[in-house]
């Protein structure tokens, strides 16, 4: 019923730019929060980015003054700026979105199949 779609991946140059985009589709009343997670071979996957209804964000040490997250609520949709790519930035990049189906009810969190985002050096 309800589905996170994420696009914008690909390959790119260290130092290039990359916007990554999710749309969340569905029954949806609303969504609370909405965020980047990436995970690399091998490792755990952590927070990029987040951000709330309210617009307030959060970002991982290691993405801070180059990533920007923002969000379009009318669209349900997330997005991810990323410059100044480096090397270590490769891996995949899933959207993740709390949400509610109802006006009163529990929150669920959703996640995307994730974008393969790859930069070289």
């Known amino acids: 019923q309800v589905q996170l779609v994420e696009s914008g991946g690909g390959l790119v140059q260290s130092g290039g730019s990359l916007r990554l985009s999710c749309a969340a589709s569905?029954?949806?009343?609303?969504?609370?929060?909405m965020a980047w997670y990436r995970q690399s071979s091998g490792k755990q996957r952590e927070l990029v980015a987040q951000?709330?209804?309210?617009?307030?964000?959060i970002y991982g040490d290691s993405v801070k003054g180059r990533f920007t997250i923002s969000r379009d609520n009318a669209k349900n949709t997330v997005y991810l700026q990323m410059n100044s790519l480096k090397p270590e930035d490769t891996a995949v990049y899933y959207c993740?979105?709390?949400?509610?189906?109802?006006?009163?009810?529990?929150?669920?969190?959703?996640w995307g199949q994730g974008t393969q985002v790859t930069v070289s050096s």
């Open positions: 993740n979105a709390l949400l509610r189906v109802q006006p009163v009810g529990p929150s669920y969190s959703y």
């Open positions: 951000i709330t209804d309210g617009g307030g964000t």
């Open positions: 569905g029954s949806i009343f609303s969504i609370s929060v």
